[in-house]
């Protein structure tokens, strides 16, 4: 668990989100505007520690992930993982140029596209989850 990037932060169970994000200082806005929001935030570096997250935290109810990102999948690739494993999870893509990867998405997946300002994700997550 110590590859884990925010493991010593461990959600709660309840609005539980995994911010996926290969760049620190974003991830690290993002997650604390949600956290300002009172939402629990687990973040990840990549789509292989986001999958480790999904697997270990009980409760989470959404993934907010870029497409672009080192490792052995893309954000959209861990979308479709989210949506074969997880079917339950909101799915939120964001990225500066989608390009064709667009038509890959999983159906049910929102995207967010860069520049985007934070109050965008909050607006979404809370009017998307139950």
């Known amino acids: ?3 884990l990037v925010g493991a010593k932060r461990r959600p709660k169970v309840g609005r539980c989100i995994i911010v996926v994000e290969d760049e620190p200082l974003v991830r ?3 997650a604390d505007h949600l956290r300002e929001a009172q939402f629990e935030v687990a973040e990840a570096a990549d789509a ?6 999904l697997d270990e935290l009980p409760g989470v109810e959404a993934v907010i992930s870029d497409v672009r990102m080192p490792g052995s999948m893309d954000g959209v ?5 989210i949506a074969a494993r997880w079917p339950d999870v909101t799915v939120i893509l964001t990225s500066g140029f989608l ?3 667009h ?4 159906p049910c997946t929102h995207f967010v596209g860069k520049p985007y300002q ?3 994700f909050t607006s979404l997550l809370r009017s998307s989850l139950p």
């Open 1 to 3: 668990m110590e590859a």
């Open 28 to 30: 690290m806005l993002l």
């Open 48 to 53: 292989d520690q986001a999958v480790k997250l």
């Open 77 to 81: 690739g861990l979308a479709h993982e």
């Open 99 to 101: 390009g064709d990867d």
């Open 103 to 106: 038509e890959r998405l999983p």
């Open 118 to 120: 934070l109050e965008q």
